[in-house]
């Protein structure tokens, strides 16, 4: 009953919930895990091309404002275009994700232009071209994270500053197609943005800079 409970909480007071006591940490870790199931569930057997999805759709929960599907390796464009679709979403993590492309990027831009933080680190399928497609539903974005996002480029800077004037922090640490001379020229467009992370840029080699 408790994990029940639970499973209607953002996940941030999911967390918090977790730092009661014992059970309430178990409860809210189920919760947790029921979620990414629920999520995964949604993505077609590539045997079975016409089977539907199994449980309870996550489309009901259209007030759902937080949502971490990090390392969800199962997940492909076809499973979040149909899934990802809420209007209310704040908060979104897809880091991790092997077979996330511009596609699937596009498609999540659609159904979630309310997005405030996105998290879309180690995706190395994203290039400058989908970015040019999703960026313009995201004009709240104030926090992003971009790092080792191998195929980006400053065209994808450009694209950001254009279109996310709300942003306050990015990351693109370790993504080497970016140099500091594109991230210099991208913090004199956006004055507002107060951290840039960008260790390793321009694909500077890590064993020697350490």
């Known amino acids: 009953m408790l994990t029940y409970i639970l499973s209607f909480l953002p996940l941030s007071d999911q967390k918090e919930a ?3 006591n014992r059970a309430w940490y178990y409860a809210a870790q189920n919760a947790l895990r029921e979620l990414h199931q629920e999520v995964e569930n949604q993505a077609p057997d590539p045997q079975e091309p016409n089977s539907e999805p199994q449980g309870p759709s996550l489309l009901m929960l259209q007030g759902l404002q937080e949502l971490d599907l990090t390392a969800c390796s199962k ?3 076809a499973s979040l275009a149909k899934v990802l679709q809420f209007p209310q979403l704040r908060q979104l993590s897809l880091s991790l994700l092997p077979a996330l492309t511009d596609m699937g990027l596009a498609a999540v831009a659609r159904g979630c232009p309310s997005l405030e933080r996105l ?3 180690h995706c190395s399928h994203l290039s400058d071209e989908g970015w040019a497609q999703a960026a313009r ?3 709240r974005l104030k926090h992003l994270n971009l790092s080792s996002c191998s195929q980006l480029t ?3 800077l450009d694209t950001i500053g254009q279109t996310c004037k709300q942003l306050r922090v990015l990351d693109v640490a370790m993504c080497p197609g970016i140099n500091m001379a594109a ?3 991208f913090q004199a ?3 507002q943005v ?3 992370q960008s260790r390793f840029v321009g694909g500077a080699d890590l064993t020697l800079t350490l």
Do not use: G, K, N
């Open 189 to 191: 467009q956006l004055p």
């Open 183 to 185: 991230v210099r020229q």
């Open 18 to 20: 977790s730092l009661v």
């Open 119 to 121: 998290a879309l680190s």
């Open 137 to 139: 539903f995201w004009p």
């Open 75 to 77: 997940l492909t464009d």
């Open 194 to 196: 107060t951290c840039i």
């Open 154 to 156: 400053e065209q994808t």
